[in-house]
């Protein structure tokens, strides 16, 4: 299981030896029920911009968008976008002092490229994400950012919670490591003591898991009855810039 701390300092540590830390309960309540009520709200219209599971043609996705379960929503993009509840949540105080510290810079940029989401798992239809880095798909400087993954709902292996590989964030792999589509190949020998020291990570509503943007990570399908949700933002020094024309320079990032 991966460390829960509140203590700053000591989760400093953490993240720095393993690439990840969860700090228990530090979205509070009445902010979790204003963004559970605007995901209910958005879901419900499938309001735009929206990624469907059949989008991403991962193991266990629908074929296309006309198959059945085809438009099972995947991911509300834009959180920012969305209204005030999102961008609140991603500027405020408890978030933005976590992720000072983490980065060790007072000066922070919230990413709009990428994550800036909701992400949703569907029982019946969602799909599972295979071992990746978020760096291996986004254009920076340096490999310098960190996710901020709030759970809106309980978060374990049956249904679909993360599984991260610690100190993945340090490595430096081979490109044999990777397969085509850049996810971390299982069927490599070389990969098998990175994967088979993964932890799950189990997260209560409100719990909130920093994690490194080169740290390896993956997570199945959701085996149980009922949606689970999570609100997802990325972070990176002011310092380290987009490289221009790529994806991750697309949109002006926000100063919180």
């Given at each position: 299981m991966p460390?829960?701390?509140?203590?700053?300092?000591?989760?400093?540590?953490?993240?720095?030896?393993?690439?990840?830390?969860?700090?228990?309960?530090?979205?509070?309540?009445?902010?979790?029920?204003?963004?559970?009520?605007?995901?209910?709200?958005?879901?419900?219209?499938?309001?735009?911009?929206?990624?469907?599971?059949?989008?991403?043609?991962?193991?266990?996705?629908?074929?296309?968008?006309?198959?059945?379960?085809?438009?099972?929503?995947?991911?509300?993009?834009?959180?920012?976008?969305?209204?005030?509840?999102?961008?609140?949540?991603?500027?405020?105080?408890?978030?933005?002092?976590?992720?000072?510290?983490?980065?060790?810079?007072?000066?922070?940029?919230?990413?709009?490229?990428?994550?800036?989401?909701?992400?949703?798992?569907?029982?019946?239809?969602?799909?599972?994400?295979?071992?990746?880095?978020?760096?291996?798909?986004?254009?920076?400087?340096?490999?310098?950012?960190?996710?901020?993954?709030?759970?809106?709902?309980s978060e374990?292996?049956?249904?679909?919670?993360?599984?991260?590989?610690?100190?993945?964030?340090?490595?430096?792999?081979?490109?044999?490591?990777?397969?085509?589509?850049?996810?971390?190949?299982?069927?490599?020998?070389?990969?098998?003591?990175?994967?088979?020291?993964?932890?799950?990570?189990?997260?209560?509503?409100?719990?909130?898991?920093?994690?490194?943007?080169?740290?390896?990570?993956?997570?199945?399908?959701?085996?149980?009855?009922?949606?689970?949700?999570?609100?997802?933002?990325?972070?990176?020094?002011?310092?380290?810039?987009?490289?221009?024309?790529?994806?991750?320079?697309?949109?002006?990032?926000?100063?919180?």
């Open positions: 460390e829960i701390t509140a203590d700053m300092s000591a989760a400093q540590a953490v993240f720095e030896r393993d690439g990840f830390v969860v700090v228990p309960g530090l979205c509070p309540p009445a902010q979790l029920q204003r963004m559970r009520v605007s995901v209910e709200r958005d879901l419900a219209a499938a309001l735009g911009p929206v990624e469907y599971e059949a989008d991403v043609a991962y193991p266990g996705a629908p074929p296309d968008r006309d198959a059945p379960g085809g438009l099972t929503v995947r991911r509300l993009l834009d959180a920012l976008g969305r209204g005030s509840d999102f961008a609140d949540w991603a500027c405020c105080s408890e978030v933005t002092g976590w992720i000072r510290a983490l980065l060790q810079t007072q000066d922070i940029r919230v990413v709009r490229a990428h994550h800036n989401c909701i992400m949703t798992k569907h029982p019946d239809y969602s799909s599972a994400t295979g071992w990746h880095q978020d760096i291996r798909y986004w254009s920076f400087e340096r490999p310098q950012l960190v996710n901020a993954w709030t759970a809106l709902d374990a292996c049956d249904n679909g919670g993360m599984r991260l590989i610690p100190g993945s964030h340090y490595a430096v792999f081979d490109t044999r490591a990777f397969d085509s589509n850049r996810f971390f190949r299982t069927d490599h020998q070389a990969n098998r003591a990175w994967i088979d020291s993964a932890v799950q990570v189990e997260l209560q509503p409100g719990d909130v898991l920093f994690f490194h943007a080169a740290l390896l990570h993956a997570a199945g399908s959701n085996l149980t009855e009922r949606r689970k949700r999570a609100v997802v933002f990325s972070y990176r020094p002011e310092s380290n810039c987009p490289l221009p024309g790529t994806r991750s320079a697309a949109s002006e990032d926000l100063a919180p």
